[in-house]
């Protein structure tokens, strides 16, 4: 098996990025529109190659720098996925702001790519370049918009902050280096077992590494910077960077403190728990005073994290049950990527028939001004609070199981508090679609790509969540690290 | 032969039928949906009468399992017993009932409206059939979706609100319950020898440490009491009611109320005897002071549907009184009186309803003297009245009997407070009777509006009525139906006890 071979998925996306820079370069702006087209076609080509690959064993390629495993498979799976929703989900908006088409879809296959080497890598050295690929292309996605005042503000913010998040990173991974002498995850792992779990330069080198990776993903206290820059940035961005680099930030998360850091897991199972605690508690709470849908999702996110994190909290090393926290974890990201790109796919929607149409308001009647649209909302809104059958609520039961069976019950009673004070804002969104009325008669934007991406998604949220056994069980397989 | 499985979904069929039907086609969308709704009811009348309710039948009937989460140890499992039966029987009915009683009243929506009566019918089934108690819990939660969309989209003036708290009370009292429910999968998994699964008839098999019963119970109580409503959980019901459209103000009182009820009969006297035996004298003081509580209240409403909202409350509180009494009598009583409530007040606010379409007003000061425009009406009228009073051979009287007959024994306090709120209830029904139907109208503009009862109305009052002094004469039927159940989670509840 060649390195080339094994990185196949990777390639076709490399492959795409450099086809859209040079179209973007030399095609007309008109013609530029179909590039829509490529950009489905490369990710689709891509995802399928990935799939091939389930199931196929373990590979390592370029000389123990990347590996292609389930977990890899898994994680491709979820950033190709996305990436195929955002580009469904992007043209309407793009060509209402006559926003740049190439230069999207450039960035977005750059980053996607910087994603798919985090899930792979198998290395600090990889690691790093490979986040920083990622959120390099993310920065200036944010920052597309550039008359806009916003989306400069949301670039440079986010800029200066993931930069500063970086280099916490990156000083974390040379604390690691200079304590276990390593840079591949395996064999720090064969030292950390070896050594004094309660070596307090093991521990300082646990508390960077967390808080850069907190910063990737948005645990509160580092949070800060999220609602600007998710509010700021064109909507198909938003939607991308509330899931694609955070499931990124997860994988690296679960390489560096599982693969890596496992044996010193009881050293931080409690750190990871009172974070994930602060993070969907302070997230919910002030997701509740927001008036701008795009902002009380950008908070939804943080909470998100949170439970997310939890997986992180209930992870038991060498523990061989299938209900645990790493498969909870994966499950939910898995779930909610669905759900949350096609919640601000519907921003996206109903943005691009009316340029600002962020606050609450301008989804009054939405119901009856497009019903399915509002009925796609409903789901993605439930799914979010973990209603049931859908799939947000099967994620959550999931973490719960996993939380208690880990023996952290109060963590699961959290959980469960946090529903309930998100289920009063989503549900606001329902409130104003079907209970408020209007007698504006804004016209909506019709495109059949935003169609089937909405379409797709509310299915997906449905059935992830009725017939959860085989994508479960798709998590549990991608378990092994 | 999934029969429980087709009981359960027929409704859904409905929602498939109507939903491609042009939305102006607002009676053929009526029509469609109160048939199917009807078919289900003949159907659950079917499984009534076949069901084999001799004292040594087997428990649960109509079995159906299917794995569904098998990495989990979840499946698809249902089943019925008498308690169940009857109240599946009492959903179907009451179902194509509040429907057929809003044709004219509802004219905006009206295919979401249809859509969102069909959902709530599946999730009420589906509760009183699942046996696996994570099933149950998917069921519980379906219910609550529609529910929330019927008060916030066709409600009055203060829907929203009134909405959103009906929502935020239940919601968090079933996230409690979730996280319970989790806790209690894996410590039978420790007791039963690493077998994980949420089979209810399962989870019984082994013999819970009293300290895991206890947050146990108090999880689930955070669930059902809400439901019921037990004092002092109850203050979304009135505002719930008031603002809900008739069909939801029945559907609410006549069986969202009695899945409270039922959780608590099926799951907290079922699977945790002991912390129910260790509760019990909280929940009869709380359950006394609804009874009470709820018919003072009942007293000094000026809103006629608010009056009988909060007479729900007092009603409801027979019912935990009656369950957690622990006899024979008690609990018979407790799942007959959740029978009559759902037949009598479902019935008192059909007949709140039926004014209120036609003068759009419920101020019990504005009104009088009704019974001399609608006399039909009136006569209806009375006897769901008296029936809920507690008058002899109607359906409320060996409800309330029997739980009091079982009360006296051991708990005589309880027994005269109750006894003292069931004259207070004659008093404020009579009362209100009175005000609404005798003397002369106080608001001279609605004798125009006040025609008597129309053919349809006359036809989805029947049955109720026919019910009402079915039980009332000849409760057997009912009591046989359910007595296996009642002996057997007495058994449940009682056999653990003697061994501790």
Known sequence: MTSAYVAMPEIVVTVLAMLMLLFEAVLREKQKRGLTWLALLGFVVALALNLY??????????????????????????????????????????????????????????????????????????????????VISVYILAGLARREKRSNEACLKYFLLGAFASAILVYGMSWLYGVSGQTNLAKIAAFVQRTNLSDPLLLISIGILAVGIGFKVALVPFHAWTPDAYEGAPTPATAFMSVGPKAAAFAALLRIFVTALGPAQPDYSLLFGALAAATMTLGNLVAIQQNNIKRMLAYSSIAHSGYIMVGMAAFRNGSNDTVNGVTALMFYLFVYTFMTLGAFAIVAYVQAGQAEAETFDDYRALGRRAPLTALAMTIFMLSLTGVPPLAGFMGKVYLILATVNSGMVWLAVIIAVNSAISAYYYLRVVVVMYMNDTTERVPLYRSPFIHTMLAFSALATFFFGVFANQFMAFAQGATGL | MFLLTVTIFLPLLGGLLILPMPAANKKLIRLTTIVVMFVDWLLSIYLLTNFNSAPGAAGYQYVENVPWLPTLGISYHLGVDGLSMLLVFLTTMLSWISVLSTWNAVQVRVKEYMLAFLLLEIGMLGVFCALDFFLFYVFWEVVLVPMYVIIGVWGGPRKIYATIKFFLFTFIGSLLMLVAILAMYFQHAALAGG????????????????????????????????????????????????EAPTAGSVILAGVLLKLGGYGFLRFNLGLLPDASHYFAPLMIALATVAIVYGALVSLVQKDWKKLVAYSSVSHMGFVILGIFVFNQQGMDGAILEMFNHGLLTGALFLCVGIVYERIHDRELAHLGGIARYMPTYAAFFMIFMLGSVGLPGLAGFVGEFLVMLGTFGPVPAAGWVSMLAIIIAAGYLLWMYSRVMFVKLNTESYAEELTDLRPYEVLYLLPLLALVIWVGVYPDTWLNLIHPSVTHILAQAGATVASR
């Open chain 2, 195 to 242: 077998v994980r699964t949420l089979d209810i008839t399962a989870l019984g098999d082994v013999k819970y440490p009293l300290a895991f019963q206890i947050p146990v119970f108090l999880a689930f109580f955070a669930a059902f009491a809400v439901k019921v409503p037990l004092w002092p959980l109850h203050t979304w019901l009135p505002d719930a009611h008031v």
């Open chain 1, 53 to 134: 690959q389930w199931g196929g064993g373990r590979f390592s390629a370029y000389n123990d720098a990347m590996v292609v495993d389930n977990f890899t498979v898994f994680f491709n799976t979820l950033f190709l996925a996305t990436a195929i929703l955002v580009v469904l989900m992007a043209p309407a908006y793009l060509k209402e702001r006559a926003l740049p088409f190439g230069e999207f879809y450039c960035l977005l296959s750059f980053a996607v790519l910087g994603m798919m080497f985090t899930a792979a890598s198998t290395d600090l050295i990889t690691l790093f370049v490979s986040i920083e690929l990622m």
